[in-house]
């Protein structure tokens, strides 16, 4: 079952004598649309991929790798080489943020396509849903991690919401009355939208009375206590 998703430029690098500093805000620009695109496919509840646990989307200049593709063999990780169809990176850098999000995406439907010349296991019908739903949605990436979690009194309600942007993300922690209308809301982090940044403060919500929220990173320290 695909539980990860990953576009990046990286062969650019070796490639094209791309300074790795340029390739690494590339790679950061595709953050918005992978990860939005995998929390709805995980969201749907649909195992697809059998055993594939991870696609890697590599966009390329290499010829051998763009013609080569995606192996034969299906392989827990697959790996999918798809042409850079633009001059450069600075002709990609020129995009809006809306169209880096379109094209990172039709890249993303692109590989399950290839992928699913090799295996039986991909179901475009629901990757081509996804996608319009990304579209929809105007790319916004915004959540609550995790569960809502209830004052002992069951009067109000606190969460992690998250705002994924392109170059930017975003950790509040909410307080919601018990019909979920927002009454409060405070940022408790602002990184760049990399995994090893903003992982670790996802942690966990926990109401010390009635009226005081705190939350708790992953290493049980208190990064944020608001009061309704």
Known sequence: MIRDLQIDFQSLVYQSGYPQDVVKKANISSNLIQELFLRLLLESKKKIGGKIMKVC?????????INFCCSDEV????????????????????????????????SIVRAFQEISK????IDLNLINAIAKK??????????YFGKLRSAKNRKHKAG??????????????????????LLKRELVSETEPLYPKYYPLLGVVKWTDN??????????????????
């Open 57 to 65: 989307i590599s966009l390329t200049k290499d010829e051998k790798k």
């Open 75 to 106: 392989y827990d990780v697959s790996v999918v080489f798809l042409e850079l169809p633009f001059k450069d990176l600075d002709e990609y850098f020129t995009l809006s943020s809306y169209e880096k999000s379109d094209f990172l995406l039709k």
């Open 118 to 121: 090799k295996t039986e296991t």
């Open 134 to 143: 990304c579209i929809a949605d105007e790319f916004i990436n915004q959540y």
């Open 160 to 181: 992690i919401w998250v705002e994924h942007e392109m170059e930017t993300l975003r950790i509040y922690l909410d307080i919601l009355d018990k019909e979920e209308h």
């Open 211 to 228: 009226d005081n929220v705190e939350l708790f990173n992953r290493k049980r320290e208190v990064l944020k206590i608001i009061t309704i």
